[in-house]
């Protein structure tokens, strides 16, 4: 599986932003996924997952009622809504391929990887 995030730029503060991330060379219908991100001198950090067939979401505390996280499985596509964007949400921002149907946050559930996108969010 390839998978290539887009959608990231600079925005200002309470702004927001959509990023997509692609899936290609084979379907991921069966793979839970999820978006990770990682700050500039930080840890890659969970954002939010989701399973294989959208109907369970799980969101770190604190992106926890501000992103949303979904998936069109005919477009072998994954979305992170991101609204309510602060400068600490600065970061790139990661799509990964879960193992299983069902993913959570830990990251050796990860199978595939994809190239990220940056996200600044300007206060």
């Known amino acids: 599986v390839q998978l290539q995030a887009s959608g990231g730029g600079l925005v200002q503060a309470g702004d927001s932003l959509r990023l997509s991330c692609a899936a290609s060379?084979?379907?991921?219908?069966?793979?839970?996924m999820g978006w990770f991100r990682q700050a500039p001198g930080k840890e890659r950090e969970f954002v939010a997952a989701?399973?294989?067939?959208?109907?369970?979401?799980f969101y770190a505390d604190s992106v926890n009622g501000r992103f949303t996280i979904s998936r069109d499985n005919a477009k072998s596509t994954v979305y992170l809504q991101m609204n309510s964007l602060k400068p600490e949400d600065t970061a790139v921002y990661y799509c990964a391929a879960g193992r299983t149907s069902y993913v959570g946050s830990g990251r050796p559930a990860y199978q595939y990887w994809g190239l990220g996108t940056l996200v600044t969010v300007s206060s």
């Open positions: 060379a084979r379907t991921i219908s069966n793979n839970g």
């Open positions: 989701i399973s294989w067939n959208g109907r369970s979401t």
